[in-house]
């Protein structure tokens, strides 16, 4: 027991004598006398040149070092200097092996980085050229630290004070002119100990010159980790971020964050606790927890954000204001939804989305490790044309002259392809009615899948205008060249109200039916149009030519035959027609039909002809079939000689601009109508001539006969009437 008393003693004076030591060190050496050497050592050894202008400082209890007013330059370029620094650590805490830091203050810190020209670094030319810098030995095997072994100790560790303040870091890139500057940096904390919370608090300004654009920060919170490094907490956060510069036009805008977060690496956990961030009045709140941070983590929560302004957010964030054709649309938006799924894949669900008085209600699916989308969206009612830039009464701008050289602008493509090949989807959207183009459309329904570079667009059905339509369509991406397929299907819809919300043109009614069959190839809308090919078959069953007055036009053609004049005036502007049907041949940018019929009063319609899309140009010839009396007026009567005869319309011109004014009586083609008036005249006479004929043969017959065989001539007579048609 005396040994080991012996022992303690000596230990106890072992401190004591080099804390004496230590503390006559302080007391008689004054550290400010040896400057000099210490600003010729960090010369010699740097390219730095140091000046310590301020007092140099220390302390014994607690151990301390103090420097004051420091600067270094490089080249002549001041790269850092510093107003204070203060760093004090328990004497005693070092010698049990606790280190417990005491204060450290760093004031005025100014730190200027530049990249030069050649894009290199001014903090890299701080060592002379040529020395390199020692390489760390790889430790050998059997030198695994503890922490390799998980033999560890928890870290005591304590810091009493910490203070920042004032500290500003420049960064200038001579090669782009971009520059930043994070100034007015502070942090201050206290009592900050492994196992415990401490309060932290910082602040900043951080500015760019391209864009022009600065924030200021403020932050506060609660840490906490624990001995092990293994778990952290943040609470009570409280972050505000105001920010102005071009990207708000030069607006002032806020940012805000609250809530607090757990996280445990070891067990690869996070929770978000009542979390909010908002951005001018955009708030987005949430609850979310996270189990696994490699690449399938399992996500359990809820998300929201609460209703906002879409055209007050644009305001407040200095953008273009939002002009619709409903000034009161885009102010109510919101959306809500749960979080879950298994591992690696997010899910939603009771997801709602509201935009004004519309409402979407559904789910969606997003693989972490493949990027597979599912969603499953149904929508209320929607009136698109209330978003729609309102109409200008304005004059369209002139179109951009054409480049010299008789180049026309260089045409971009249509769709990524590179990102069509990458999607994995499974859509299903549905849609109780849509207002778009003024067209009414109900019950869409709408199924999207995309493998491999392979997107189709399935059941695209709705109802529309009395009928329905269903269509399909199969985009091929795995060539730089797609493919794609069309087919589309109409039942009865009414052509009438259809043309006139579309596009105001009231020319054709009756019920459409219709079946698309079209291929094409190409990601750009020319190559599309180029590369078209199919057919497009239509039918109309009960139908009328509302801006066409068919029965005029043969009308006057037969009265010309009659060589009388027309006593109707009054017409009337419609003509209606029976079965209407034929096939529309698609070829590039030229559509043809050959086998256009309708039946007509008294008239059959035959139609050919080609419409060039590019040019918006019709080029169609109508025929007007005589078939029976067309009209009471005297003057178009038809007789013999126009009976199956054709009455040629044409209809030609751009039929972009007036479709209504197209058709016209075919003058040009009306003289061929004339020969075959002719020729039935001519074929008519010899008709007539051998009747005439016949009947003189057979009455110089009959008398003959009398004569010859008196009373049983009748009989005879008879019998020869029949052999000469009488």
């Known amino acids: 027991m005396k040994a080991v008393r012996y022992v303690a003693l000596a230990i106890v004076g072992l ?3 080099a804390m004496a030591a230590v503390a006559v060190a302080i007391a008689v050496i004054d550290p400010n006398t040896y400057k000099p050497q210490i600003e010729k050592v960090v010369e010699d050894s740097t390219n730095l040149d140091l000046i310590l202008a301020g007092d140099i400082g220390w302390s014994f209890i607690p151990l301390g070092l103090e420097l004051n007013d420091v600067e270094a330059t490089l080249e002549d370029e001041r790269l850092v200097r510093l107003d204070q620094l203060v ?15 005491n204060t450290f203050v760093l004031n005025g810190l100014d730190a200027n980085l530049s990249v030069d020209e ?3 670094g001014n903090w890299t030319r701080i060592m002379p050229e040529g020395e390199a810098q020692p390489e760390q030995e790889d430790p050998a095997p059997e030198q695994a630290t503890e922490a390799d072994t998980g033999d560890s100790e928890p870290l005591d560790f304590n810091v009493e004070s910490v203070e920042i303040s004032n500290a500003r870091v420049h960064y200038e890139d001579k090669r782009t002119g971009q520059a930043f500057t994070l100034e007015d940096f502070a942090v201050t904390a206290n009592d900050i100990t492994l196992g415990s919370s401490f309060p932290l608090n910082v602040a900043f300004r951080f500015a760019t010159n391209q864009p022009q654009f600065a924030v200021k920060g403020d932050i506060s919170a609660r840490l906490e980790a624990d001995e092990a490094l293994n778990e952290f907490g943040v609470s009570g956060l409280e972050a505000i971020f105001d920010m102005s ?6 607006e002032p805008v806020r940012a805000e964050l609250t809530g607090s977060l757990e996280a445990n690496l070891e067990n690869e956990t996070a929770t978000l606790n009542g979390f909010t961030a908002s951005l001018a009045d955009l708030k987005l709140n949430t609850d979310l927890s996270v189990n696994g941070f490699g690449d399938k983590p399992k996500l359990e929560g809820s998300l929201s954000v609460d209703e906002f302004s879409l055209k007050a957010l644009f305001a407040a964030l200095g953008q273009p204001a939002i002009e619709t054709e409903d000034p009161d649309v885009m102010e109510a938006v919101a959306f809500s939804t749960n979080i879950g799924g298994p591992a690696g894949t997010v899910e939603l669900s009771a997801l709602t989305i509201s935009l004004d008085d519309t409402t979407f209600k559904g789910d969606a699916s997003y693989g972490l490790a493949n990027g597979a989308i599912g969603l499953e969206l149904q929508g209320d009612a929607i009136n698109a044309d209330r978003y729609l830039p309102p109409a200008s009464d304005e004059e369209p701008a002139a179109e951009e002259e054409a480049p010299q050289g008789g180049g026309t602008a260089e045409e971009g493509d249509l769709l990524p392809l590179e990102t069509l090949r990458s999607l994995v989807l499974d859509v299903n959207l549905g849609l109780g009615e849509l207002i778009v183009s003024n067209l009414t459309i109900n019950d869409i329904q709408s199924m999207i899948t995309a493998r491999d570079g392979r997107l189709e667009v399935e059941d695209f059905s709705g109802k529309l205008y009395d009928g329905s339509f269903d269509s399909n369509v199969v985009l091929d991406a795995r060539t730089d060249n ?3 397929t069309i087919t589309k299907n109409i039942e009865n819809v009414q052509t009438l109200p259809l043309l006139t919300d579309l596009a105001e043109v009231d020319m054709l009614s009756g019920g459409a039916n219709m079946s698309v069959n079209v291929k094409t190839s190409g990601n750009r809308i020319s190559a599309l149009r180029e590369n078209a090919n199919g057919e497009i078959d239509f039918n109309l069953a009960e139908g009328e030519f509302t801006r066409m007055n068919l029965t005029r036009m043969a009308c006057q053609g037969i009265a010309m035959v009659n060589q009388e004049s027309l006593d109707t005036s009054d017409w009337g502007t419609s003509t209606p027609f029976n079965d209407m049907k034929g096939t529309l041949r698609i070829d590039g940018n030229t559509v043809n039909n050959t086998d256009l019929v309708a039946a007509l009063a008294g008239m059959r319609l035959e139609g050919d002809g080609t419409v060039d899309l590019a040019a918006s140009d019709l080029d169609y010839e109508i025929g007007l079939r005589i078939v029976g009396e067309i009209h009471r007026d005297e003057a178009c009567r038809v007789t013999e000689y126009v009976e199956d005869v054709v ?11 007036d479709p209504g004014g197209l058709c016209s009586f075919d003058g040009s083609r009306f003289r061929d109508t004339l020969k075959t008036i002719a020729a039935n005249a001519a074929r008519k006479k ?5 009747d005439r ?4 043969a057979a009455e110089k017959a009959s008398e003959e006969i009398d004569k010859r065989l008196g009373e049983d001539g009748e009989k005879v007579k008879d019998a020869l009437k029949g052999i000469f048609g009488q």
Not at 647 to 652: K, Y
Not at 686 to 690: A, I, K, P
């Open 15 to 17: 401190i004591i004598l």
């Open 87 to 101: 760093a004090k650590v328990s004497f005693w805490s070092l010698v049990t092996m606790s280190p417990r830091v």
């Open 118 to 120: 050649e894009g290199t």
């Open 245 to 250: 510069g071009e990207p708000f036009a030069d």
């Open 482 to 484: 797609p493919q794609w």
């Open 647 to 657: 009455i040629p319309v044409e209809c030609r011109g751009d039929f972009a601009e």
């Open 686 to 690: 010899v008709s007539e001539e051998t």
């Open 693 to 696: 004929a016949k009947e003189k």
